[in-house]
Structures are given as C-alpha cells and as structure tokens.
C-alpha cells in the first residue's frame, strides 16, 4: 500500500531553516508528481509547493516564493522541502502528498513551529 512518511519538522527561530524529508512506498515513485501541503491551527490545508514526476517543474504558493525549494530523489524514492528564511506564519503541520490512481494519498504529518 502506499506510504508517506514526512520528518524534519521542529522548533526554529524566525529566519532559520528546516529540511524536511518525505520517504515514499508502495508505487513507482519515479512516475508520480509530488506536493507539500500544510495545515496551521483553524485554517484549511493549503498548496505549500508540487514538482514534476520527470522535467523537473516546479510551483510554489506565492507565501514561500524564493525562501522555499522542493526537490526529489527518485533513486532513494525521497521528496525535500528545504524551507529558508522562516516566518512565524510558516507554523503549521506539513504534509506530502501524492496522486495515485485517482486517490490523494498523505503522510502523518511533522510539525514545524517558527518562534518570533
């Protein structure tokens, strides 16, 4: 079946940095697209960032523009959300996702809080 398993999340200080990782099984990785949602206290679940299963293409939300970067590592079936220049409006629980047969599929979640 398929499996999500986000990490990385934690405290930092307004203008630090978190790595997060997401580890993918149960499909072939290398042909799906991937995002990073996340979901702060009393709002709805928002697009953070998605990127192409081949070409590379990436998208952003306009909030994490030029601080945030989404990567992949297809041999090690990895997805990476390198988040810089932190804000105390980035705390919220993170998530990635995939699209697989027509149902979108989430990890547990790692949550990432940014103090002022």
């Known amino acids: 079946q398929v499996q999500l398993v986000e990490s990385g999340g934690g405290l930092v200080q307004s203008g630090g940095s978190l790595r997060l990782s997401c580890a993918a099984s149960?499909?072939?990785?290398?042909?799906?697209?991937m995002r990073w949602y996340r979901q702060a206290p009393g709002k709805e679940r928002e697009l953070v960032a998605s990127?192409?299963?081949?070409?590379?293409?990436?998208n952003y939300a306009d909030s994490v523009k030029g601080r945030f970067t989404i990567s992949r590592g297809n041999a090690k079936n990895m997805v990476y959300l390198q988040m810089n220049g932190l804000k105390p409006e980035d705390t919220a629980v993170y998530y990635c996702?995939?699209?697989?047969?027509?149902?979108?599929?989430w990890g547990q979640g790692t949550q990432v809080t940014v103090s002022s």
């Open positions: 996702s995939a699209l697989i047969r027509g149902v979108r599929n």
């Open positions: 149960g499909f072939t990785f290398s042909s799906y697209p």
């Open positions: 990127l192409t299963s081949t070409e590379g293409s990436t």
